[in-house]
């Protein structure tokens, strides 16, 4: 399997502008696991998936952000509208349970 | 609300020397996770700890964890310079993560 695949690995946008990250989870997954990280708040959950279904969203930051998972191989993570403070790298994980398996990230800058 | 706590945060120590890593965490859980970062990569897994009392060792580091204490140890012997990154924890409840431990290993 190719691991956990996101795109794109980076994306430089002007503040006010819709960002979507997407997500390829390793097949066969049960959990899809989206999370923020930066210097000041380190790894943040940001919202979890349970065979599609969204389980815990309380970490998502604000409206201006949305995660769907239309089916078992997908999932994309949307911020719109974008502002400076959503820079960050993006991970998303995959897991059978148990053990999470991470994507490479997306490198978001809003300018 | 599920906290984890690490420390130290900052770890700087000399090449052959030992140290523990402290994992705190403060509502029930079974299992636990180690991660290595490497700076602008992505989190690999280390250990998977699924009981009270297990301990994992590979190379260098050794794993246990302590489920009545809600407590994991990331020990590291005789410490060297490939071993510099940050060293995360996660609580398999909501798979929540520690802060994080940067070690610096230096010659």
């Known amino acids: 399997d190719a691991g956990v695949i996101q795109s794109p690995r980076h994306e430089v946008t002007e503040m006010g502008q819709e960002v979507t990250l997407r997500c390829k989870p390793i097949?066969?997954?049960?959990?899809l696991f989206w999370y923020r990280q930066t210097m000041m708040r380190g790894l943040e959950l940001l919202i979890y998936?349970?065979?599609?279904?969204?389980?815990?969203d309380s970490g998502m930051p604000e409206d201006r952000f949305s995660a769907k998972m239309p089916n078992a191989s997908f999932s994309t993570l949307k911020i719109q509208p974008s502002e400076p403070r959503d820079s960050a790298v993006y991970f998303c994980?995959?897991?059978?349970?148990?053990?999470?398996?991470f994507g490479e990230g997306s490198r978001l800058t809003v300018l | 609300e599920l906290k984890v706590e690490q420390n130290p945060l900052f770890l700087s120590m000399q090449e052959g020397k030992n140290y523990t890593i402290y994992c705190n965490y403060s509502?029930?859980?079974?299992?636990l996770y180690w991660y290595r970062q490497d700076p602008g990569k992505s989190l690999e897994s280390l250990f998977v700890l699924l009981s009270n009392g297990a301990v994992k060792q590979e190379g260098r580091l050794m794993a246990s964890l302590d489920t009545k204490a809600r407590l994991s140890t990331l020990h590291i012997t005789a410490a060297v310079h490939d071993l510099s990154a940050t060293y995360f924890c996660a609580v398999s409840n909501d798979m929540r993560f520690g802060a994080g431990t940067r070690l610096t290993v230096k010659p």
């Open positions: 509502t029930t859980s079974d299992r």
């Open positions: 097949s066969g997954h049960d959990y």
């Open positions: 994980a995959s897991s059978p349970p148990g053990e999470l398996f």
């Open positions: 998936f349970n065979n599609n279904v969204p389980i815990d």
